[in-house]
């Protein structure tokens, strides 16, 4: 789920507050800067052409996903990004996944200058998405990996299933902690936040993603 600030409709959008602008900004800083240390870490980047055609497709994959949603009327955007987030991290490895999927969330918004959304709004959004994909896909796929998480996943069952569904949960209550968060410093109302329908959308989104991986 995006921002609230995440809108077509600037007269609709409300400006942001200073303490969410800090802790964007923040969330963005920390974020990027412990994946560039784990980079720094384990060698950086992969250059094999096999490696680049998996991080082009899973780049486009998420922006794709990311496009296929709904706007909600006060809590934002709603998509189907978690079916990329989640195959990303099976096939990549949660590194790397973060790295992509931050990166898409980072692009995803600034095509809405063209509709209108003032740069600072649209600016806001993409490094609001960006630091809490990143941040929650390298934490829970972190958990995963820790757990005995298969990576890549090749197959279903037996004990694997338990630490892929703990992924998707963790995955959930991160996103919620963060955008929780960012609505309380915005003071913001929370009407209609906790709703099954967008439960069942982001955890059936993330199931998706499971069935698939493996082929």
Known sequence: MDPPADTAAPPKNPKCSGRERSYVITLFTLTWAAIAALLVQSG???TGSD????????????????????QHP??????????????????????HAAVINGLASFLYP????????????VAFAA????????????LS??????LGGAIP??????????????????????NDAGMLALLK?????????????????????????VLVAPS
């Open 44 to 46: 950086g980047l992969p």
């Open 51 to 70: 490696w680049l055609v998996s991080a082009a497709f899973f780049l486009a994959y998420g922006l794709f996903t990311i496009s296929v949603g709904y």
């Open 74 to 95: 006060h809590l934002g955007y709603y998509s189907f990004d978690r079916v990329a987030q989640v195959a990303s991290i099976l096939v990549l490895g949660p590194l």
């Open 110 to 121: 600034w095509h809405r200058l063209l509709k209108g959304v003032p740069a600072r709004e």
């Open 127 to 138: 490094l609001n998405n960006s630091g809490l994909m990143a941040a929650i896909i390298l």
């Open 141 to 146: 796929g972190s958990l995963y990996a820790a």
């Open 153 to 174: 996943l090749t197959s279903l069952g037996g004990s694997s299933l338990a630490t892929l569904i703990l992924l998707l949960l963790v995955l959930q209550l991160l």
């Open 185 to 209: 410093l915005g003071r913001r109302s929370l009407k209609g936040f906790f709703n099954g329908f967008s439960y069942a959308l982001e955890l059936g989104s993330g199931a998706t993603a």
